[in-house]
């Protein structure tokens, strides 16, 4: 797993602007997977950043890079709290919810619905998700909008700005480590401005 497919995928996570992103990246071996996972973990737990393993099979991982602080605060919200208490997740900690999560993301094919929790997606619209069976929403972007159409917009921008900044930063040889931010650099960090800027 390099550093530039986490870049691609994770820039807004990386930066701060966003709780959690999901990728998918080809397998060779669990022995190799693990190893990758505590390469970037050993670099980005300092930042504040975690990556698991959710899903592994037919030699592909699905992985979940997210901010466990930020994840922390977005599910103690009482509208999500209300989706998961709903959708029967424990609720004694975000790590044994996001076990329940793995554990309902290998049992189905389907991703659950109640996953854009456990990526800062608003509580509003992932329950317009659910209720509304995927139809009937104001616009589609990194996720389907039935609440507030104007913010989601500018975030969806803010993420896309981010992703291609970091990939630019990359590209003249900026290291991971240097463009993971920690909580207290976000609104100063060159994500952070590209968000002030929406």
Same mark, same amino acid.
């Not at 994770?10 to 966003?18: D, E, F, Q, R």
């Given at each position: 797993m390099s550093d530039e497919l986490l870049i691609l995928h994770? $820039?807004?996570?990386? !930066?701060?602007?966003?709780t959690g992103n999901l990728? $998918?990246? !080809? *397998? =060779? $071996? $669990?022995?190799?997977l693990n190893s990758d996972i @505590? @390469? *970037? =973990?050993?670099?980005l737990v300092p930042k504040g950043l975690r990556l698991l393993p959710l899903r592994c099979e037919n030699g592909r991982a699905l992985l979940y890079l997210y901010r466990p602080e930020r994840l922390a605060r977005d599910l103690e919200d009482e509208y999500a709290a209300r989706i998961l208490d709903r959708a029967s997740y424990p609720d004694d900690s975000p790590e044994r919810r996001i076990v329940e999560l793995s554990k309902r993301l290998k049992a189905y094919r389907v991703f659950p619905h109640e996953i854009g929790l456990f990526l800062g997606y608003p509580p509003e619209d992932v329950d317009g998700f659910i209720t509304n069976r995927a139809g009937g929403y104001k616009c589609i972007g990194c996720w389907k909008v039935y609440g507030d159409e104007t913010r989601a917009k500018k975030r969806f921008t803010a993420f896309s700005e981010c992703t291609a900044c970091y990939r630019r930063r990359i590209g003249l040889g900026m290291t991971l480590e240097q463009l993971a931010v920690t909580e207290r650099m976000r609104d100063r960090s060159l994500a952070g401005q590209v968000l002030a800027d929406h």
């Open positions: 994770c $820039s807004p996570t990386l !930066a701060g602007i966003k990728f $998918s990246c !080809a *397998v =060779n $071996s $669990s022995e190799e @505590r @390469r *970037v =973990n050993k670099k």
